[in-house]
């Protein structure tokens, strides 16, 4: 069945530094690819999201990069700061009315002061 | 606009009981979603609704349901309880669906006894 595979499954970085976190999506037929950042006792929250027909997207320090051929998709945030610590999921969805959202099994990213 | 609201926030019930937990998502918002977040296997998608009908089903047994009433506030009924059950529920409201942005509710943590 359709996979997401997600790549570190723990990520420690120094303040100030870029972090970067790797999705991997099996199903060629997605077209839809949000990230979420879940903070501990809240829900995830969306940070960026990018559709099939877009190669990058970018918000302040947070940039997603995707590449249909190789069937992946990357979070990119720079200069990192302690309140980028949570936990990250990628997810895929095919975009359109019938069909389920795959999400990847999460990243911990933790920014050290 | 008041973000999405799940109700209990936590809930202990017995092996064999049903729970019902409930959504209201944010207004405007036709299309709720549930979710299982659980440590061993990530977030996973229970199901659609979207208008009071449900639009698509992940896969879960037939002891999780769901519906949507007229003013798209949403309930999930789980029956005859397992120890495996026990985890964070989540729902998630879309203007279109699940292939849009996902706005997540702080999630009902059920503990199944």
């Known amino acids: 069945g359709e996979n997401v595979e997600q790549h570190p499954s723990t990520l420690s970085v120094q303040e100030g530094d870029s972090a970067v976190i790797k999705c991997t999506y099996s199903d060629s037929a997605s077209n839809y690819f949000p990230w979420y950042k879940q903070e501990l006792g809240k829900g995830p929250q969306l940070i960026i999201d990018?559709?099939?027909?877009?190669g990058e997207k970018k918000d302040q320090r947070i940039a997603v990069t995707l590449n249909k051929t190789a069937k992946h998709f990357s979070l990119h945030i720079t200069e990192t700061q302690p309140e980028d610590s949570a936990v990250y999921f990628c997810a895929a969805s095919r975009g359109t009315s019938y069909d389920k959202v795959i999400f990847g099994p999460g990243t911990s990213l933790s920014v050290i002061p | 606009k008041a973000g999405v609201t799940q109700t209990p926030r936590y809930l202990i019930k017995t092996r064999g009981q049903q729970v019902t937990l409930s959504c209201s998502p944010i207004s405007g918002h036709r299309s709720v979603s549930w979710y299982q977040q659980t440590p061993g296997q990530g977030l996973q998608f229970l199901f659609e609704y979207f208008s009071e009908t449900q639009r698509n089903k992940g896969n879960f047994p037939g002891r999780f349901s769901g519906r949507q009433f007229s003013n798209s506030r949403s309930e999930m009924n789980v029956s005859t309880l397992e120890l495996g059950d026990s985890a964070l529920y989540l729902c998630?409201?879309?203007?279109?669906?699940?292939?849009?942005?996902?706005?997540f509710g702080n999630g009902t943590r059920l503990t199944v006894t």
């Open positions: 990018i559709r099939s027909n877009v």
């Open positions: 998630a409201s879309s203007l279109t669906g699940i292939n849009s942005p996902l706005h």
